[in-house]
């Protein structure tokens, strides 16, 4: 019944920006706590932001930090990440994550996942 969809992928050249989406429906989106994970080929899936439930609260993996933003508009059921400055290294399969508890880092920290969106950044 819970679904995340993640829009917005595709292929960039480096320095350039993408705007990913994920739409919630299936449970009350504004109970979720909502993060952004990415994975790439060989890798493990790292945490890369996280926004709380009011959207009060903001977490980034470090190097993302002044490029990426999370973002949030609960009327539409949706979160956000603006993706600026984009390098080589963000190339991954991203993943919207919602979550129940009071923990962002991990993704044990998450209830339910989307089904990943591509980026590839050129260089």
């Known amino acids: 019944q819970v679904q995340l969809v993640e829009s917005g992928g595709g292929l960039v050249q480096a320095g350039g920006s993408l705007r990913l989406s994920c739409e919630v429906s299936?449970?009350?989106?504004?109970?979720?706590?909502m993060g952004w994970f990415r994975q790439a080929p060989g890798k493990e899936r790292q945490f890369v932001a996280a926004?709380?439930?009011?959207?009060?609260?903001?977490y980034y993996l470090d190097s993302v930090k002044g490029r990426f933003t999370i973002s949030r508009d609960n009327a539409k059921s949706t979160v956000y990440l603006q993706m600026n400055s984009l390098k080589s290294e963000d190339t991954a399969v991203y993943y919207c994550?919602?979550?129940?508890?009071?923990?962002?880092?991990?993704?044990?920290?998450?209830?339910?996942w989307g089904q990943g969106t591509q980026v590839t950044v050129s260089s």
């Open positions: 926004i709380t439930r009011g959207g009060g609260n903001k």
């Open positions: 299936g449970r009350t989106f504004s109970d979720y706590a």
């Open positions: 994550a919602g979550g129940w508890g009071q923990w962002y880092h991990a993704t044990d920290d998450y209830d339910d």
